[in-house]
């Protein structure tokens, strides 16, 4: 078992839209959270199988910040 980490961000259509911080090109979409959710498990699936299991986390995610200027 792996743990990633997924940023979900809203487009202005109201799609959610999930990016997995540790494998490049790895990001989906969908209309509701729960079907985002099932949808990067499968991208995360399929980019294991055509890329390898045995990535090494180059990065460790440590959180987001927002900043107004």
Same mark, same amino acid.
């Given at each position: 078992m792996r743990t990633f980490?997924? &940023?979900i961000e809203k487009d202005k259509e109201g799609y959610f839209v999930g990016e997995v911080v540790e494998l490049p090109g790895c990001h989906t979409q969908a209309k509701s959270l729960d079907e985002?959710?099932?949808? &990067?498990? =499968? +991208? &995360?699936e399929l980019y294991l199988d055509v890329q390898? =299991? +045995?990535l090494e986390k180059e990065l460790e995610f440590v959180g987001i910040q927002e900043i107004t200027i």
């Open positions: 980490t997924v &940023i985002l959710m099932e949808r &990067i498990k =499968e +991208a &995360i390898g =299991e +045995a």
